[in-house]
């Protein structure tokens, strides 16, 4: 069975950054993608980065594109997501996803069908 742990996150003042991990437990071979996503308050999930752990494909969506980097760690399957230059609209519940290989839109929640437990991130002015 797959596991996702998240650990990172925090608060920071606009401009600074952050640095979230998630480490998987339960995946035989590296055909597995690894999504970043978070949730505003009344706002619906949204997907920020997604890498193909095979292959080092990597997503991003274009709020985050140029500040936030998706990057993996092999020997300890962890990927993380350091986020630069942070904004208050970046503030929200941030959670980590994984799904084996298929097609689909990597960006997607739906793609996806296991899910770190969140950490919260939030970035004031």
């Known amino acids: 069975q797959v596991q996702l742990l998240e650990s990172g996150g925090g608060s920071v003042q606009a401009g600074g950054s952050l640095r979230l991990s998630c480490t998987a437990s339960g995946y035989t071979n590296s055909r597995y993608f690894m999504g970043w996503f978070r949730q505003a308050p009344g706002k619906e999930r949204e997907g920020v980065a997604s890498l193909y752990i095979d292959s080092n494909s990597i997503f991003y969506s274009s709020s985050v594109k140029g500040r936030f980097t998706i990057a993996p760690d092999i020997a300890k399957d962890t990927v993380y997501l350091q986020m630069n230059s942070l904004k208050p609209e970046d503030t929200a519940m941030y959670y980590c996803?994984?799904?084996?290989?298929?097609?689909?839109?990597?960006?997607?929640?739906?793609?996806?069908?296991?899910w770190g437990q969140g950490t919260q991130v939030t970035v004031s002015s």
């Open positions: 996803a994984s799904a084996t290989f298929r097609l689909g839109n990597v960006l997607s929640p739906q793609f996806y069908d296991t």
